[in-house]
């Protein structure tokens, strides 16, 4: 049975790793986050790649794939050739120039991930219970295996392609719920689920507490009270100030959207085990606080 249980933490840290991380790739290696993931997924594989397999294991749109490859083509980090079993399709591989380049962008993201997110955590254990089972996790997201190639893949790099896949995958999966079943936004239905579970609270904490900028939380609080699923009240501490809590609609909203939400979150953790789903809530907790620490 899945037991996984989503939190604020476990989606703040998912978030603000996809944040994060788009945002060192793109100021120091002018990179995309799909262009990272591009590159770590040839990185990993000794041998050429066709382009279909690549689109199926990005779980990318081919237009979308396209344009990823035509920029790292462009800057010499890729190359293409004609696939000689199939000519319909291109194999792709690394230049060397583009291998550096990848090395560099997976010791950079490797050295991020462990001073913002890792600190005092064991890299055994995060081998074990998060790298690792992302490649399963992606499958089942995905819906099928992932068609085996010639030369197994180069599974050493401390932080791989499908652990980018799957946080990245699951933010998607998460916005697509929401929307698919009149929801509304992934960082307004955070704000909403959070305030289930305060019962009531001053927006700005709110905000601080999911890292969401507090201009932006104040456009989502508009949109949840219009919508009828919270309600203002002057602060009984301080009249100056006014603090949120949910209406009985928005009560029965974050609850039938929760489990939406929850619904996916386990999916992409069951390949661990009871005890590893364990281990992984509180990682996600301890990942939480060391982002908060390394703010400061």
Not at 228 to 256: F, H, N, W
Request: hydrophobic share 40%; glycine share 4%; net charge positive.
């Amino acid at each position: 049975m899945d037991r996984f249980a989503i939190s604020h933490r476990m989606m703040t840290v998912i978030i603000e790793h996809y944040r994060l991380t788009s945002a060192l790739m793109r100021s120091d290696f002018n990179l995309t986050y799909s262009g990272l993931s591009t590159l770590t997924t040839l990185l990993e594989y000794t041998e050429a790649v066709p382009t279909p397999w690549l689109c199926d294991y990005l779980m990318l749109e081919r237009k979308t794939v396209w344009n990823v490859l035509l920029k790292l083509e462009d800057r010499g980090l890729i190359a293409k050739e004609a696939n000689p079993i199939d000519g319909r399709t291109m194999l792709l591989s690394l230049t060397p120039e583009g291998r550096v380049v990848s090395e560099r962008t997976n010791k950079a993201l490797a050295a991020f991930v462990r001073e913002r997110f890792l600190a005092s955590l064991q890299d055994e254990e995060f081998f074990e219970f998060m790298r690792d089972s992302s490649r399963e996790s992606c499958d089942i997201l995905r819906g099928h295996s992932m068609p085996t190639l010639a030369a197994a893949p180069n599974q050493s790099h401390f932080f791989g392609s499908s652990h980018l896949l799957l946080w990245r995958t699951l933010i998607s999966r998460w916005k697509e719920a929401l929307r698919d079943n009149h929801g509304p936004s992934l960082s307004a239905f955070r704000l909403l689920d959070l305030l289930a579970q305060e019962c009531e609270a001053q927006p700005s904490g709110l905000a601080d507490t999911l890292r969401l900028p507090r201009s932006n939380a104040s456009l989502y609080f508009r949109q949840l009270i219009q919508g009828g699923l919270i309600r203002e009240t002057p602060s009984c501490s301080d009249g100056r100030y006014k603090t949120v809590a949910l209406t009985k609609r928005g009560t029965q909203e974050a609850d039938r959207l929760r489990k939406i939400v929850q619904s996916i979150t386990q999916k992409a953790h069951r390949p661990l085990s009871q005890d590893g789903q364990l281990v992984v809530e509180a990682w996600y907790a301890r990942m939480y606080v060391n982002l908060l620490k390394s703010d400061k």
